[in-house]
C-alpha cells in the first residue's frame, strides 16, 4: 500500500490509537513523520498488515495514478496497472484486492 496525502483534511473520523478508538482531527501532512503517524493510524483503524510505503512529500504516486476516485490498484514492477478497484470510497476493498492477488499472483505468497 502506499500511503499518500490526505483526501479530506480535516475531517474528524473514528480511529484506532493504543488499541482504543478515538475521535481524531486528521490534518493534511506537511512532512514524511506526520504522513507516517497517519499512515500507522490508517493500518490499525482498518486492520490492514500490508507492507506500506508512504507517498513523497512531492505526491508523485498520487500524481501518476490518481488516488481518486479510484483507490485500489496493483502496479506491476515496470509500472503497468494490473488490477484497478471500484471508484470512491466504496471502492476501497482490501478483500477484493487479496482475494485478486491470490488468483494472479500466487496463492499465499500474495499476503
Not at 58 to 64: E, G, I, L, S, Y
Request: net charge negative; aromatic share 8%.
Amino acid at each position: 500500500m502506499v500511503y499518500i496525502r490526505e483526501a479530506h483534511p480535516d475531517s474528524v473520523l473514528l480511529t484506532m490509537k493504543d488499541g482504543k478508538e478515538v475521535l481524531e482531527k486528521i490534518e493534511q501532512t506537511d512532512d514524511l513523520f506526520a504522513r507516517a503517524e497517519h499512515a500507522e493510524v490508517c493500518l490499525a483503524t482498518l486492520k490492514l498488515s500490508v507492507p506500506t510505503v508512504l507517498d513523497g512529500e512531492n505526491n508523485a504516486v498520487n500524481t501518476a495514478y490518481a488516488g481518486w476516485p479510484d483507490r485500489m490498484y496493483v502496479v506491476t514492477t515496470d509500472g503497468r496497472i494490473a488490477y484497478q478497484g471500484t471508484p470512491g470510497p466504496s471502492g476501497f476493498k482490501p478483500e477484493e484486492v487479496e482475494e485478486w492477488l491470490k488468483e494472479n499472483v500466487g496463492g499465499e505468497q500474495a499476503k
